[in-house]
T-cell receptor, first 114, second 110 residues
Framework: NAGVMQNPRHLVRRRGQEARLRCSPM?????VYWYRQLPEEGLKFMVY????????ESGMPKERFSAEFPKEGPSILRIQQVVRGDSAAYFC????????????FGPGTRLTVT | EDKVVQSPLSLVVHEGDTVTLNCSYE??????LLWYKQEKKAPTFLFML????IEKKSGRLSSILDKKELFSILNITATQTGDSAVYLC??????????FGKGTRLHILP
């Protein structure tokens, strides 16, 4: 059973470009969470999705960031018009049930904005 | 405001030493506390604690929760260089979030 997969592992974007980060949850998992880890800071919750539904996006910046988890295919975290402050590691986690269950993390995507 | 605070933020010890990492929390409707180990990749799950005073062990790692004093400790005995990592404490909050502490960066010297 493959774990949570994220791609790309490393992404370099120039300021103003768009970044698309993909996350495929573990087989059988229908809950996906995105986290951002800034240098020297802890993991911060961004958004919680189930298939075709955004359940909680209270941790998402109001502008430029969006997320989706379509019926088919991976979950996508999209950052438009990236700025240097968006440089971070973005982790996706999935779980089969509610959050009290163990979350399984993907390897992360390291975004660098130049 | 709900929060999770870890201490120390960084720690350097010699191989063979024992370390204790601390995590205190203030979270409404507390249900469980999680410990993760993060090396140069994704966090990996270590322990889930729900009951006070019951120690969980996995090899040289152990952890315990005190729900009265609102803290948990993670102990690592006979440390090895492979234990060098960031150790994250996290508390599920509400129905769908986890609040993470900033982590303790542990470095084991050979």
């Amino acid at each position: 059973n493959a774990g949570v997969m994220q791609n790309p592992r490393h992404l370099v974007r120039r300021r103003g470009q768009e970044a698309r980060l993909r996350c495929s949850p573990m087989k059988g998992h229908s809950h996906v969470y995105w986290y951002r880890q800034l240098p020297e800071e802890g993991l911060k919750f961004m958004v919680y999705l189930q298939k075709e539904n955004i359940i909680d996006e209270s941790g998402m910046p109001k502008e430029r960031f969006s997320a989706e988890f379509p019926k088919e295919g991976p979950s996508i975290l999209r950052i438009q018009q990236v700025v240097r402050g968006d440089s971070a590691a973005y982790f996706c986690a999935s779980s089969p049930v509610e959050i009290q269950g163990q979350q399984y993390f993907g390897p992360g995507t390291r975004l660098t904005v130049t | 405001e709900d929060k999770v605070v870890q201490s120390p933020l960084s720690l350097v010890v010699h191989e063979g030493d024992t370390v204790t990492l601390n995590c205190s929390y203030e979270v409404t409707n507390f249900r469980s506390l999680l410990w993760y180990k993060q090396e140069k990749k994704a966090p990996t799950f270590l322990f889930m604690l729900t009951s006070s005073g019951i120690e969980k062990k996995s090899g040289r790692l152990s952890s315990i929760l005190d729900k009265k004093e609102l803290f948990s400790i993670l102990n690592i005995t006979a440390t090895q260089t492979g234990d060098s990592a960031v150790y994250l404490c996290a508390v599920p909050w509400g129905d769908d979030k986890i609040i993470f502490g900033k982590g303790t960066r542990l470095h084991i010297l050979p």
